[in-house]
């Protein structure tokens, strides 16, 4: 069952569109990810230098965290064009054949989700990545015949949130690989005061530097709350933002303030470190239904009539990188941070450091 969340990292192909203004264009303009901007520039000022094509870039890492908009601004530097796909898209020789042949000298293909390529299509864009040729079958059998297409010399970014799928003879073909990392408080709040300042949006106390920094050392003002919430994630940081300001609108003067943000996030059901309604009542049925654990993904999400690949891949991650989850040899375990923070202090059998070792 497909679960809508104002906090999930996947994005909202409407919200991409209107909020295509959010994002930077230029690598001047791009916040975070301080080593990987640095090697991209590095690259980028060689290959332009020597006029040729970057080198191929796997970005790998949760979803929310810049991975398309690394390939916009990759493009954007090298003064080209980028071509989007994604993996699931290319289901057949064939589709590659077109989506290359478009390609002028120098431009970014940008494959997203590229571990969910075929087996076919990989081994088909291994000549393409490494000679910038194409070999297109034109018969089966014993006519079969193999005509070669040459291609235009390209940078291939490709981009993926399970990097452990994608095959090795496809990951040695990359450059450059870099695990995009989640954001700092810091850096979310630079980067939703530069997006108040795309949207017209006022914010309270933002009218210094000084300020700013006050506030990011206190963890106080309407944008610094705003990023404590966000999960370490931009694309929620935007979103949170926008909710914050359409109830600003409604409600107030525009203004965004602490009450504006405490207030239209608990109308959302966004606490004060970013957990919603599915991710506390996934607390709370292993506290208050299974003693704190251990208990099995499958008897979780029966009880909460929800699907163990959506409790796994979205719910999980987060509540596993603040720990107040545990996963043992037994099962999914409650940290006493998890109980606490659902109000259930002494709930059942939480996670000791012993029961994260035994046998």
């Not at 034109?138 to 993926?160: R, W």
């Amino acid at each position: 069952m497909a679960v809508e969340r104002l906090v999930s990292p996947v994005a909202e192909p409407l919200a991409e569109e209107r909020n295509w203004s959010l994002r930077p264009k230029r690598m001047s303009e791009y916040i975070g990810q301080t080593d990987l901007i640095e090697r991209l520039d590095i690259a980028i000022r060689a290959v332009k230098a020597r006029q040729e094509p970057m080198e191929h870039v796997l970005l790998h890492g949760p979803p929310g965290l810049g991975k398309t908009t690394l390939a916009h601004v990759i493009a954007e530097e090298m003064g080209s064009k980028v071509h989007i796909t994604s993996g699931p898209a290319l289901t057949r020789p064939t589709d590659l054949v077109g989506a290359l042949t478009r390609v002028a000298h120098g431009d970014v293909v940008f494959i997203d989700e590229i571990h969910r390529l075929p087996i076919a299509v990989e081994e088909f864009i291994y000549p393409a990545m490494e000679d910038f040729r194409i070999d297109v079958r034109m018969e089966s059998g014993l006519n079969a015949q193999t005509v070669q297409l040459n291609v235009k010399p390209f940078t291939l970014i490709g981009a993926t949130t399970r990097a452990g799928l994608v095959s090795a003879p496809l990951r040695s073909r990359f450059g450059i690989s870099h695990n995009l990392r989640y954001y700092t408080s810091a850096e979310l709040l630079t980067i939703l005061t530069r997006s108040c300042e795309l949207l017209g949006v006022k914010a309270e106390q933002q009218s210094s530097r000084a300020a700013k920094q006050q506030m990011e050392a206190a963890g106080t003002g309407a944008l610094a709350m705003i990023a404590a919430r966000s999960r370490g994630t931009p694309r929620i940081a935007n979103r949170l933002l926008r909710r914050v300001r359409d109830f600003a609108q409604v409600r107030g003067d525009g203004t965004l303030t602490e009450q504006m943000v405490t207030d239209s996030l608990a109308l959302e059901g966004v606490d004060t470190l970013g957990l919603d309604e599915l991710d506390r009542a996934y607390l709370r049925v292993i506290a208050k239904v299974y003693g704190g654990g251990p208990v099995g993904l499958e008897a979780v999400a029966a009880t909460l009539n929800q699907d163990a690949g959506t409790l796994e891949d979205v719910v999980e991650p987060y509540l596993l990188q603040i720990g107040f989850l545990a996963r043992t040899r037994r099962g999914r375990m409650l940290t006493p941070a998890g109980a606490a923070h659902i109000g259930l202090p002494g709930a059942g059998r939480t996670v000791s450091d012993s029961a994260l070792f035994e046998g």
